[in-house]
Nanobody
Framework: QVQLVESGGGLVQPGGSPRLSCAASGIFFKINDMGWHRQAPGKQRELVAVISSGGSTNYADSVKGRFTISRDNAKNTVYLQMNSLKPEDTAVYYC???????????????WGQGTQVTVSS
């Protein structure tokens, strides 16, 4: 069974720089893209950042220049370094991994349980 476990959320002051981590565990063949979505109260879930297995990245316009996504393929872990946080970054952050359980299996998205990030003074 595949599990994605996030860590690193919490209460952060405006301008703060926390780092989120998400580690995938279990038995699987390959991980393709990994990334982060977020959902603020009363809003739809939105893509924050994604990184391919080769290291190509893509960001939401709202976080470009402030957030950096990275991954350690040996540890099956994706990170989100968040800098210059604003109150509007307050949300539950969910990591995901697109992976195949076996060579012949279809690519599927697996999600973490979410970690709350609250930006407030």
């Amino acid at each position: 069974q595949v599990q994605l476990v996030e860590s690193g959320g919490g209460l952060v002051q405006p301008g703060g720089s926390p780092r989120l981590s998400c580690a995938a565990s279990g038995i699987f063949f390959k991980i393709n893209d990994m990334g982060w979505h977020r959902q603020a109260p009363g809003k739809q879930r939105e893509l924050v950042a994604v990184i391919s297995s080769g290291g190509s990245t893509n960001y939401a316009d709202s976080v470009k220049g402030r957030f950096t996504i990275s991954r350690d393929n040996a540890k099956n872990t994706v990170y989100l370094q968040m800098n210059s946080l604003k109150p509007e970054d307050t949300a539950v952050y969910y990591c995901y991994a697109d992976l195949k359980l076996s060579y012949f299996a279809s690519l599927r998205s697996y999600w973490g349980q979410g970690t709350q990030v609250t930006v407030s003074s």
